[in-house]
């Protein structure tokens, strides 16, 4: 399975991005996808993620700002993110994996990331 990211890049606060994961690959070997991010000094954080069965789970933070969304049939993920603010700013990674939130001892297929940045 690979992943790609792209859509990231420098907006001011207020402003929106839409972050798109291409999937190539065997693409039935996981149950989850999601989006996280690392801002420099912090660990990396579960930011919306989307399970096969349906559900759907933001973080607290961007709740009502951020949308995530799949299209099965060009297995793309996408991350729309409104309203932005500078604690946002941070690599966005794209993943897949059998579950939404990442073990240890498990496969979870990750992205190189893509570059949010807020001013």
């Known amino acids: 399975v690979q992943l790609v990211e792209s859509g990231g890049g420098s907006v001011q606060a207020g402003g929106s991005l839409n972050l798109s994961c291409a999937v190539s690959?065997?693409?039935?070997?996981?149950?989850?996808m999601g989006w996280f991010r690392q801002a420099p000094g912090k660990e990396r954080e579960s930011v919306a993620n989307i399970h096969s069965n349906g559900t759907i789970v933001y973080r607290d933070s961007v709740k009502g700002r951020f949308t995530v969304s799949q299209d099965n049939a060009k297995n793309t993920l996408y991350l729309d993110l409104n309203r932005l603010k500078e604690d946002d700013t941070a690599m966005y990674y794209c993943m897949a994996g059998p579950f939404c939130r990442v073990e240890p001892g498990y496969k979870f297929y990750w992205g190189p990331g893509t570059q949010v940045t807020v001013s």
């Open positions: 690959g065997y693409t039935r070997s996981y149950n989850c």
